[in-house]
T-cell receptor, first 112, second 113 residues
Framework: SQELEQSPQSLIVQEGKNLTINCTSS?????LYWYKQKYGEGLIFLMMLQKGGEEKSHEKITAKLDEKKQQSSLHITASQPSHAGIYLC????????????WGAGTKLIIKP | DAGVIQSPRHEVTEMGQEVTLRCKPI?????LFWYRQTMMRGLELLIY????????DSGMPEDRFSAKMPNASFSTLKIQPSEPRDSAVYFC???????????FGPGTRLTVL
């Protein structure tokens, strides 16, 4: 969806390095969800952010919500092969007719 | 709980045939969502149900697509007749509330020849 842009589209990172994925909305952001998908599998919920400035962490993954910038960032510290996959953001944005709008995904490859 | 269950996992059919995809949501979840995922269009919401009632089917591409939820533990997505452009991975997801975490099934990979 062009209403929700994810960057980068793909990312190759050396194992052990940090990385950041961004999700930017063109409209007012009310809530944002991060999911991870492995090839051939369904989406696995990572985190939900609902308040401006909110930050959540799960193991080595941290996500923040910047309401002013209408953006969320997902940061992985000391990346591991298990982090490889496709990361998708889904958002509740203005004028979305009560639907979650989804980003196109960021494909993350971890080089050993 | 076993999570959201979808069947079949893979379906290969010929153009013009009827295809039925099945989903069993997590018990106690009031919302059920059907999504389609393709390389070109990403993840798209097709339809969602609340307490077995279809709420928004604006994402259903054409009249060839129909979805039902006869009870709280079962939903179907039917394509009749199927076309090659329907080839995609179809996901079912369920959640306790609309803005809660959605639990996704493993998906059905549909190939229409």
């Amino acid at each position: 969806s062009q209403e929700l842009e994810q960057s980068p589209q793909s990312l190759i990172v050396q194992e052990g390095k940090n990385l950041t994925i961004n999700c930017t909305s063109s409209k007012t952001l009310y809530g944002l969800y991060w999911y991870k998908q492995k090839y051939g599998e369904g989406l696995i919920f990572l985190m939900m952010l609902q308040k401006g400035g909110e930050e959540k962490s799960h193991e080595k993954i941290t996500a923040k919500l910047d309401e002013k910038k209408q953006q969320s960032s997902l940061h992985i510290t000391a990346s591991q092969p298990s982090h490889a996959g496709i990361y998708l953001c889904g958002a509740d944005i203005a004028d979305s007719n009560y639907q979650l709008i989804w980003g196109a995904g960021t494909k993350l490859i971890i080089k050993p | 709980d076993a999570g959201v269950i979808q069947s079949p996992r893979h379906e290969v059919t010929e153009m013009g045939q009827e295809v039925t995809l099945r989903c069993k949501p997590i018990s106690g979840h009031d919302y059920l969502f059907w999504y389609r995922q393709t390389m070109m269009r990403g993840l798209e919401l097709l339809i969602y149900f609340n307490n077995n009632v279809p709420i928004d089917d604006s994402g259903m591409p054409e009249d060839r697509f129909s979805a039902k939820m006869p009870n709280a533990s079962f939903s179907t997505l039917k394509i009749q007749p199927s076309e090659p452009r329907d080839s995609a991975v179809y996901f079912c997801a369920s959640s306790f509330e609309f803005y809660n975490e959605q639990f996704f099934g493993p998906g059905t990979r549909l190939t229409v020849l």
